[in-house]
C-alpha cells in the first residue's frame, strides 16, 4: 500500500524559506512520477512542481519558476520541495502526489495522482 506522508511547513514571513519533505512507502519514488500541489482557502488545487521517475526532469508552474525546486532523494525514498522567496500568496495547504505507472511523464493535473499525502500547511506573512 502506497503511503505519502509530508511535513516541513510552517508559518514564514515573506522572503523567507521552507524546505517540504514528501516520504514514500510502499514504493520507492525513484521510479514514479512525483508532483507538488497547493490548495489555498477557496481556490482550485494547483499544480506546483512535478520530477519524472528516473529522470531529473523537472517542471514548474510560472508562478513559483526560479523560486521552488523540486529534487528527490532516492535513499531516503523522499521527494522535497526546496521554497524560496516565498510571498503571501504562496499561503497554501501542500500537497505531494504519485502517479500509478512506473515511468510514466510529468503530469500538471491532479486527476492523473491516484496516490497523495494528508497536506501540509504553509503560511507565508506579509
Not at 482557502?41 to 520530477?51: C, N, S
Amino acid at each position: 500500500q502506497v503511503q505519502l506522508v509530508e511535513s516541513g511547513g510552517g508559518l514564514v514571513q515573506a522572503g523567507g524559506s521552507l524546505r517540504l519533505s514528501c516520504a514514500s512507502s510502499g514504493r520507492t519514488v525513484n521510479n514514479f512520477s512525483m508532483g507538488w500541489f497547493r490548495q489555498a482557502p477557496g481556490k482550485e488545487r494547483q499544480f506546483v512542481a512535478a520530477i519524472r521517475g528516473g529522470t531529473t526532469n523537472t517542471a514548474y508552474a510560472d508562478s513559483v519558476k526560479g523560486r521552488f525546486t523540486i529534487s528527490r532523494d532516492n535513499v531516503k525514498n523522499t521527494v522535497y520541495l526546496q521554497m524560496s522567496n516565498l510571498k503571501p500568496e504562496d499561503t497554501a495547504v501542500y500537497y505531494c502526489a504519485q502517479r500509478s505507472r512506473p515511468w510514466s511523464d510529468i503530469s500538471y493535473i491532479g486527476d492523473e495522482y491516484p496516490y497523495w499525502g494528508q497536506g501540509t500547511q504553509v503560511t507565508v506573512s506579509a
